[in-house]
């Protein structure tokens, strides 16, 4: 089995509407995927009524956290979408990111950078405007050649000259509040150094303690001796390890399938959950 946990659509940054999402995973030769769209699940719906035949849906969400200055990301699968507290504070991050978009084209108007918001949100579409948008406007300006390359302390990267922050979960309530909901956590790319900060080893000991299913080691922002001490991490720690690829399309490098996850550990995910079920192709429901 070929299994990618983590995929972006147009829900939130990726280009791929959720309809594209799926049925060019199954055209990579995927036979599970994750939509895991930036703090919505706006994007399940049209993904099951699309999924082609042989691949299996697994929904969640990419959760926007933030624990002593440092931003990171929390992947939840499988959890009851209609759960009221969570769904509470993935709408608080939703309202705020518009506010803090525009906040961050003033700043780069600020300084000299020709960008305009019309720009962004014409970028955006009906997705929840994010960073990527705003570098995919640089981009588009000739300001920086890549959208990774906007993601440094010059421009938005945490701590840099255009970045602005927005409301993010405790990452020690988001677990609480995904388990509540019946999901699994697994903390995104938590040694991409390039895009700023990371957690120290002591705090992700400390998520692992209060819950924490598992860790993505695999991913294009690890490198091979990175990917070894997560790898001595999590085992050190009992914590799960996913690869994916982190897509979004073209907006990023990375294709469907890149990296991938075993398929005993998307097994224990799977035994884990008790807010949604993978959804098999030609059709299914999530409970709720």
Request: aromatic share 4%; net charge negative; glycine share 10%.
């Amino acid at each position: 089995m070929r299994i990618d946990l983590h995929a972006h659509s147009t829900a939130s940054d990726g280009t791929d509407t959720p309809t594209e999402l799926v049925r060019n995973a199954a055209a990579a030769g995927l036979d599970v995927v994750a939509l895991t769209d930036h703090d919505t699940v706006s994007g399940h719906r049209e993904a099951i009524r699309a999924l082609p035949e042989g691949l299996t849906l697994v929904t969640g969400a990419e959760l926007s956290c933030r624990l002593d200055g440092i931003g990171l990301h929390m992947l939840a699968y499988l959890f009851d979408p209609e759960e009221p507290e969570l769904s509470r504070e993935r709408e608080l991050v939703r309202d705020d990111r518009t506010p803090r978009a525009q906040a961050m084209v003033g700043k780069l108007q600020a300084l000299g950078v020709p960008v305009t918001w019309e720009q962004v949100d014409r970028i955006a579409g009906d997705g929840s405007v994010g960073r990527p948008h705003i570098a995919t406007a640089l981009v588009e300006l000739g300001v920086v050649p890549t959208v990774s390359d906007a993601f440094t302390e010059q421009w938005l990267a945490d701590g840099g000259r255009a970045h602005a922050r927005k409301h993010e979960l405790d990452p020690f309530d988001a677990i609480r509040l995904v388990k509540a909901a019946g999901g699994v956590t697994v903390f995104a790319h938590p040694a991409a150094v390039k895009r700023g900060a990371c957690l120290p080893e002591e705090a992700i000991a400390a998520l692992a303690a209060a819950g924490l299913d598992g860790i993505e080691v695999d991913h294009m922002d690890h490198d091979a001796a990175t990917r070894a001490r997560l790898r001595g991490l999590a085992r050190d720690l009992g914590l799960l390890t996913t690869g994916s690829s982190d897509y979004h399309g073209s907006r990023k490098t990375c294709r469907l399938g890149d990296y991938t996850t075993d398929p005993e550990i998307y097994g224990e995910i799977t035994r884990r959950a008790t807010g949604a079920f993978p959804v098999p192709g030609a059709g299914g429901r999530v409970r709720g």
